[in-house]
Nanobody, 119 residues
Framework: QVQLAESGGGLVQAGGSLRLSCAAS????????MGWFRQAPGKEREFVAR????????LYADSVKGRFTIARDNAKNTVNLQMNSLKPEDTAVYYC????????????WGQGTQVTVSS
């Protein structure tokens, strides 16, 4: 089974930065396109960004374009999300998962990592 482990969240002031990491494992998992999702209090889980495992293609939600950067490190089997110019509305639990389009490929989630942006 695929295993997902998110880390790097924390409390940051508006305008600050955080770098999230997702460690993934699985027999053929390295071939999947990976995405980041987030779920804010009282809201549905939403798409944030995606990246093909070979890094050739990326896509961002309009709300984070120009501020967030998704990247991968194949040597470590990780997918990262660099978040700059953070806003209070970025506050959410962030999850990584295999993705198709802007939807999760499977109904399988890690524990997520909490990002809290104070004003």
């Amino acid at each position: 089974q695929v295993q997902l482990a998110e880390s790097g969240g924390g409390l940051v002031q508006a305008g600050g930065s955080l770098r999230l990491s997702c460690a993934a494992s699985g027999r053929t998992f390295s071939g999947y396109t990976m995405g980041w999702f987030r779920q804010a209090p009282g809201k549905e889980r939403e798409f944030v960004a995606r990246i093909s495992w070979n890094g050739a293609n990326t896509l961002y939600a309009d709300s984070v374009k120009g501020r967030f950067t998704i990247a991968r490190d194949n040597a470590k089997n990780t997918v990262n999300l660099q978040m700059n110019s953070l806003k209070p509305e970025d506050t959410a639990v962030y999850y990584c998962a295999p993705i198709s389009g802007t939807r999760p490929l499977f109904d399988y989630w890690g524990q997520g990592t909490q990002v809290t942006v104070s004003s």
